[in-house]
């Protein structure tokens, strides 16, 4: 079913974003990384973005993950929106990239950014910003769902936007979050005594 992965807190994802947009490449890769962080899309997902599965709304955008991993998966795709700050870092790597049909992250050849190297930069970033743990991108598909659950989004809403068929799933990744809340509610217990 999966293990529990501690989710990057908030000022680990701030250490992070400065070298994640740093280098020829950095507007790309900060795009890439908000899509992982702010959509929680499987690394395989986002890869596999076309250029028309991103559209803006507004001040918001939208991304549609048309090749879930998985079958079962929630039909064909599945729809999550993405904030103004997570869309202003996609639109300013759609300025760079130019509007064209095609992967929407790709390489400076015109080829489809791989997996693998999303995972080693995000090792990469993460001995830079000194968090003396693994970093890789299921993480900031855990801290994705954690700060859902704590924005208030309830259990059904997250299985949903991770794309989840089994509850199950969903819950093993807020399976920290239970066990946080329920040391909390004993520590805060009283003595009564008659």
């Known amino acids: 079913m999966g293990q529990v992965r501690t989710p990057l807190s908030r000022e680990e994802v701030a250490r992070l974003l400065p070298f994640v947009s740093k280098g020829a490449a950095g507007t ?3 795009a890439h990384f908000v899509v992982l ?27 549609r993950v048309t090749h879930p991993k998985g079958e079962g998966s929630y039909g ?3 729809t999550i929106g ?13 300025g ?9 992250f790709i390489t400076s050849k015109g ?18 910003a000194h968090i003396d743990r693994r970093v890789h991108p299921h993480v900031l598909r855990h801290t994705f ?35 946080t809340k329920a040391v909390a509610a004993s520590q805060s217990r009283e003595w ?3």
């Not at 760079?96 to 929407?104: K, N, T």
């Open 28 to 30: 790309r890769n900060l």
């Open 37 to 63: 962080w702010r959509a929680g899309l499987r690394v395989s997902e986002s890869c596999s973005l076309a250029f028309s599965d991103w559209w803006r709304e507004g001040e918001a955008s939208v991304v």
């Open 76 to 78: 064909l795709h599945r």
């Open 82 to 94: 993405l904030d103004g700050r997570a869309t202003s870092a996609i639109q300013a790597w759609v």
């Open 96 to 104: 760079e990239r130019g509007i064209a049909p095609g992967p929407l």
């Open 111 to 128: 080829g489809r950014v791989h997996p693998t190297y999303i995972r080693r930069k995000l090792a990469e970033w993460a001995i830079y």
């Open 145 to 179: 769902a954690h700060e859902l659950y704590h924005e208030g989004f309830n259990l059904l809403e997250i299985q949903k936007l991770l794309g989840h068929v089994s509850l199950e799933t969903t819950q093993v990744y807020l399976g920290s979050i239970g066990a």
């Open 192 to 194: 009564r005594t008659g």
